[in-house]
């Protein structure tokens, strides 16, 4: 079983920048693909990013592109969201998610993870 832990998030202005933190627990989670996603209040939950099992790899939804930035350390057990130039519609809850596939695909539908963390709350200010 993983435990994922998100960190990072708060109140920023406009044009700002936050890095997000997703620290795993109780496995390695260096084979496993990550993602990013968001929530908004009364939206479905939609996908931000994700990296592949080695980092080598990244995808992104076209309205962060550009701007925000995952990255891992295996080392560490960890995976980042950088985040900058943020808008006031990046206000979220952001999730991260790891797929238990082995050195497997990304993917963007969260229906595909199986491991998810609590949330962080990212409020951007105009």
């Known amino acids: 079983q993983v435990q994922l832990v998100e960190s990072g998030g708060g109140l920023v202005q406009a044009g700002g920048s936050l890095r997000l933190s997703c620290a795993a627990s109780?496995?390695?989670?260096?084979?496993?693909?990550m993602g990013w996603f968001r929530q908004a209040p009364g939206k479905e939950r939609e996908f931000v990013g994700s990296i592949s099992w080695s980092g080598a790899s990244t995808d992104y939804t076209d309205s962060v592109k550009g701007r925000f930035t995952i990255s891992r350390d295996n080392a560490k057990n960890t995976v980042f969201l950088q985040m900058n130039s943020l808008k006031p519609e990046d206000t979220a809850v952001y999730y991260c998610?790891?797929?238990?596939?082995?050195?497997?695909?990304?993917?963007?539908?969260?229906?595909?993870?199986?491991?998810w963390g609590q949330g962080t709350q990212v409020t951007v200010s105009s």
């Open positions: 109780g496995r390695t989670i260096s084979s496993f693909p």
């Open positions: 998610a790891a797929r238990r596939t082995n050195f497997g695909p990304t993917s963007s539908i969260p229906g595909t993870y199986d491991y």
